[in-house]
């Protein structure tokens, strides 16, 4: 694992409150794989966006563990919803960090397949999945920073985070991506 360029961690930032109200190109569901409204984020943004993006996500069908599909944003700022499956935690050796990270690069990849400029992702897995948040924020900062060195786009990731100590786990695993890279240029 080489450090990621500090110019590529600028382009990424921890926020804390309410996903459903940030006006990007996409915000990230972390889904289920019938990509159903459920509890959590998934069940605030679908109350947000309004029933025509369980429509568009019905027509969809299913998603497996780790990938992620796109949708319209319908009622909220956003203009697109992409929803991201993460694994649900069993202990670590099922391979969860694996399938978390794939799910962080899938919604990724359809961004710049896309060409969106700017998504906003929540914790995936970190609820009801019961994904430990110490365990994921790492995983997930690292995941993203390692894509954006490659890609020009999505120019802007934030990562939506809801409540205090999410937020902290996310600005805890960026300082450490921001140590790495001054101590490797």
Known sequence: ???VRPETLARMNVVEGDITKLDVDAIVNAANSRLTPGGGVSGAIHRAAGPGLWEE???LGRCPTGDARI???H???ARH???AVGPKWHGG???????LASAYRRSLELARDHGLKSIAFPAISTGIYGFPPERAAPIALRTVA???DRNALPETVLFCCFGRESAEHHRRALAAL?????AGT
């Open 1 to 3: 694992m080489s450090p």
């Open 57 to 59: 996500c019905r027509k």
């Open 71 to 73: 949708t319209g944003g």
């Open 75 to 77: 009622r909220l700022p």
């Open 81 to 83: 919803v992409i929803h």
């Open 93 to 99: 050796s099922e391979g969860e960090d694996a399938l």
């Open 146 to 148: 390692e894509f954006l």
């Open 178 to 182: 921001e140590a790495e890279a001054r």
